[in-house]
């Protein structure tokens, strides 16, 4: 028979009032990178060749290399946005941001939702440009990589959970 108590368990699990994973954004799937590169080849070709029937024949070398650089920078991007992500999580008693870089780094501040505040810096016209997690003099940027109105949308909803903790868990012995 197991018994009731009404004490507390400060290692029973708490329930996440906020949880968001956050990954950069890229518009271009694989598909449509290849469309894009078959693009820049054909253009870069045809002006190369036009350059080559002129006599200059060392341009179309160069739209060549113009072509691989453009192809290099955006594997580069691909591969920074692979495994770049960050993980917040709130609950009564902590505040957890995990940010892993695109090299697998994992850098991660456990924080206390009563003594966090949500600072942002932004401008009129372009919105929010940075979120700061301050708290005991530290800072954290969080979502750097999220556009103006997703930063909005975000801090709206993180700020609702750090109130929601601030308040503190609910206690309904009854149910």
Request: glycine letters at 6%; charged letters at 20%; a positive charge.
């Amino acid at each position: 028979m197991t018994e009731a108590s009404n004490a507390y368990d400060p290692d029973a699990p708490q329930p996440e009032l906020f949880s968001a994973l956050l990954t950069p954004h890229r518009s271009l799937n694989r598909t449509r990178f290849l469309v894009l590169m078959a693009f820049i080849c054909a253009i870069s070709f045809a002006a190369g060749m036009v350059f080559l029937l002129m006599g200059a024949w060392p341009v179309l070398g160069f739209f060549g290399l113009d072509a691989l650089a453009i192809w290099w920078a955006f594997r580069i991007n691909f591969r920074r946005a692979q495994g770049a992500r960050e993980e917040i999580t709130v609950t009564h008693s902590e505040l957890r941001v995990r940010r892993v870089s695109h090299r697998g780094h994992v850098a991660e501040w456990v924080l206390n939702p009563l003594w966090v505040r949500l600072d942002q810096t932004g401008d009129e016209e372009f919105g929010i440009e940075r979120l700061y997690l301050v708290s005991r003099g530290r800072r954290i940027c969080i979502g750097h990589f999220l556009g103006p109105e997703e930063k909005a949308s975000f801090a709206k909803a993180l700020l609702a959970a750090l109130h929601a903790a601030k308040r503190g868990p609910t206690y309904n012995p009854i149910t």
